[in-house]
């Protein structure tokens, strides 16, 4: 592992290293991603465990409204959120529009289907005898559903990693909401499309490095933490 | 954990060459294949009838290609693939040979490309102008200053600007023009989108802020955005266009003989009459430069 670490930190210090910009994009593209999936998970572990284990009318509608919603084109979340931001929609006055807010709002919107799906698959896939027991044992409404995440976690830290992998690579809503302003919303998936239209292929390539080496990284994070946390 | 951490690093180490391994091979294949791939048939005729030209977007967007190419390829039996990209990358592509014929609008970088060697010909084809756009309220009161003053006063006022900065001809052409005006463009309301002049021109409407547009987009646009041209007309606004005929030499598949043909129609007598003629919702765009240039 520390190789690893090692290995990638140095290949992105030298990338880096030659444009403080591309710092710049990628702290941005992580805190930006970072807040909409902990937004996502917050409102989405709830939404997930409900569809999951509470029988209503018209739950299997609202659990493939939400799988519909895994497949949203981030050109089309953008194009909503645009509509929502510009300055002649009712939320124009908050001037949110080419700012990372914007951004973290479309995010929150590409994530949270995609928490709630694969959330709902994995604890709908439980042994229906884990909240009999947890129960029978006691558990409070509140200790059962903390019981259903902890034990679907496999399945909920696949939807969070694959929620972030997604928030972290999308190019449109941050294309359109947040409009690829230098220093300020710029991106490195917007820094990568942009390099590349100006005909930088090595700058693109670099910022679409970064880019994958963040997505792997996460996910090689996440997958031991999974991995030790298991007992 | 060991395990693990060997096998990570071998999905990125993978990863990694297939990426690099990918481009490269990308660009080193692609000629071979182009080359291997036109059978005797296409040997035995000289001239291949597909011309590959690159274009501004802004000239694209326009619509003047879709009245004048149509023209060209009924007239020599050809077709024309016209690749839309910025100056930059426009250039660059005619560098790397991906095209064989260019037409931008940036004459530093034009004259660099040709003294590069990467062109063998370039004609001036014709102009058109930018416009320092702002809103109606026009809050910096730049309303018929000539441009660099017009610049002046909104950098003075600290007013909205939002730039291109993308490195294409319009932005070079914003930078000289803040040349030209002694400020520098840096202050918080002055903003870089990085994108194309459609993209840039709607951000300046929602954040209400001045911006320098190709007239050509901004009449295309106009309909959409509140938007107005407010600077007066000088020749600093003027936009010259060129054709260049890339340089086939030690490149894999250049059109020479068709490119050729391609910068003899844009500067003949008719085609610069039907440039003069172009027009978007009444409102000429084009005005012809090669009858009037005796270089």
Redesign the interface.
Known sequence: ????VE??SDALRAMVGRDPSIRDAAWRSIWISTLAVLMAASLGLPIGCWLARVRFYGRHILVLLFRAGMAFPTVFLGLVCFGLF??RSPLGPLEL??TPAAIVIGELMLALPIVVSLTQGAVSSLDPRVGETARTLGANPLHRWLTYISEARTGITLAILVAFSRCVTELGIA?MVG??????T?TLA??TA?ET?????EQG?AT??IL??IA?LV??LI??VN?EGRL | MRIDAAQSMFLVLALACLLVSGCESASETAPVAAETQPSKVTRATPVSRVLRLAVTTSTRDTGLLDALLPVFEGRTDSRVDVIAAGTGKALKLGAAGGVDVVLVHARAAEDAFMAQGHGIRREDVMYNSFEILGPPADPAGIDALPPAEALRKIAALGSRFVSRGDDSGTHKRELSLWFASGSQPKWDGYVESGQGMGPTLIMADQMRAYVLADRGTYLAMRKRIELVPLAAQTDELKNPYGILVVNPEGKARINEPLAQQLADFFIAPDTQELIRNFQIDGESLFYPLHSTTAE
């Open positions: 592992m520390e190789t690893l290995g990638l510009s300055r529009l080419y294309m409009g690829n302003i230098k220093g300020r710029r917007t820094a942009m239209g100006k005909g930088d292929f390539l679409g490095l994958l080496a792997l996910m090689a997958g031991s991995r």
